[in-house]
């Protein structure tokens, strides 16, 4: 059974940094493509950015473009994502998401999904 936990949310106030991480379990996390995704209140959930196996392809939604970066750790099992310059349109539950394939981008690509976390960008 796959779990991914994210942690590291919170209270920033707009223009600050935060780096949120995401643990996954299992022994082929090096296999398999990764991502970040966020939902608003009210909003459907978006594409924040992903990351391939091998960690050397990432992308990203164009709302966080030269903001935030994606990294992972294989050995750690483990991705972030750092966000800085933070604005309160950030505010958002932040889902990491593992997909059966080397490198995805859209939300049905994706079907492993941790519980989120939390962070709140105040003006």
């Known amino acids: 059974q796959v779990q991914l936990v994210e942690s590291g949310g919170g209270l920033v106030q707009a223009g600050g940094s935060l780096r949120i991480s995401c643990a996954a379990s299992g022994r082929t996390f090096s296999n398999h493509a990764m991502g970040w995704f966020r939902q608003a209140p009210g909003k459907e959930r978006e594409f924040v950015a992903a990351i391939s196996r091998s960690g050397y392809t990432t992308y990203y939604g164009d709302s966080v473009k030269d903001r935030f970066t994606i990294s992972r750790d294989n050995a750690k099992n483990t991705i972030y994502l750092q966000m800085n310059s933070l604005k309160p349109e950030d505010t958002a539950v932040y889902y990491c998401?593992?997909?059966?394939?080397?490198?995805?981008?859209?939300?049905?690509?994706?079907?492993?999904w941790g519980q989120g976390t939390q962070v709140t960008v105040s003006s």
């Open positions: 998401a593992r997909s059966e394939m080397i490198f995805a981008t859209r939300m049905n690509d994706y079907n492993y």
